[in-house]
T-cell receptor
Framework: AQTVTQSQPEMSVQEAETVTLSCTYDTSESNYYLFWYKQPPSRQMILVIR??????QNATENRFSVNFQKAAKSFSLKISDSQLGDTAMYFCAFMNYSGGSNYKLTFGKGTLLTVNP | KAGVTQTPRYLIKTRGQQVTLSCSPI?????VSWYQQTPGQGLQFLFE???????NKGNFPGRFSGRQFSNSRSEMNVSTLELGDSALYLC??????????????FGEGSRLTVL
């Protein structure tokens, strides 16, 4: 069974600083996707960044980057130059893909990040 | 382009009743997925519909059902409500099968309270 673990229920960071959110996963699959989703207070969840397991290069989207360690099954999210609008619940998610529509998309329990002015 | 729209946003029901939630996906998106979000269990997958057919299903009892219409709009129904069904129900759309990309576009959710 696939599991996704986010060991930090809550974190805080000062505006303009850098913060790293941790995520580990457990799977026996070799092909899969990893995601970070962001859910701001009372707003819809949006995709922040996606990583294909077969790609060695870490994904980057503006101020957001990941550190993907496949052997360690670790997928952390780094937010640089934190902004007040980054305050949100962040979910790490895992999806196996082996063809067809019988996939499984598993979310972690989330990390509540607060950016302080 | 309008985002994913869910109605109603808030509703209160009593045990034993049934409820129907509606979701309009982003224009052009053919896949609609439903998730249940609770503080204790987090996000749990209910089902995915694509071209009016259920393509994938999570581990929920048969009281939870859904359907998709030809215009890709989707509804989910929960019958014989239980207190534990109180949750935020999230709808997410994708331009193609979720299995192809994993990318979901979420709505703001329908918050169901069961008394």
């Amino acid at each position: 069974a696939q599991t996704v673990t986010q060991s930090q229920p809550e974190m805080s960071v000062q505006e303009a600083e850098t913060v790293t959110l941790s995520c580990t996963y457990d799977t026996s699959e070799s092909n899969y996707y990893l995601f970070w989703y962001k859910q701001p207070p009372s707003r819809q969840m949006i995709l922040v960044i996606r990583q294909e397991a077969y790609k060695q290069q870490n994904a980057t989207e503006n101020r957001f980057s990941v550190n993907f360690q496949k052997a360690a099954k670790s997928f952390s999210l780094k937010i640089s130059d934190s902004q007040l609008g980054d305050t949100a619940m962040y979910f790490c998610a895992f999806m196996n893909y082996s063809g067809g529509s019988n996939y499984k998309l598993t979310f972690g329990k989330g990390t509540l990040l607060t950016v302080n002015p | 382009k309008a985002g994913v729209t869910q109605t109603p946003r808030y509703l209160i029901k009593t045990r034993g009743q049934q409820v129907t939630l509606s979701c309009s996906p982003i224009s052009g998106h053919r896949s609609v997925s439903w998730y249940q979000q609770t503080p204790g269990q987090g996000l749990q997958f209910l089902f995915e519909y694509f071209s009016e057919t259920q393509r994938n299903k999570g581990n929920f009892p048969g009281r939870f059902s859904g359907r998709q219409f030809s215009n890709s709009r989707s509804e989910m129904n929960v019958s014989t409500l239980e207190l534990g069904d109180s949750a935020l129900y999230l709808c997410a759309s994708s331009p193609e099968l979720v299995a192809n990309t994993g990318e979901l576009f979420f709505g703001e959710g329908s918050r169901l309270t069961v008394l």
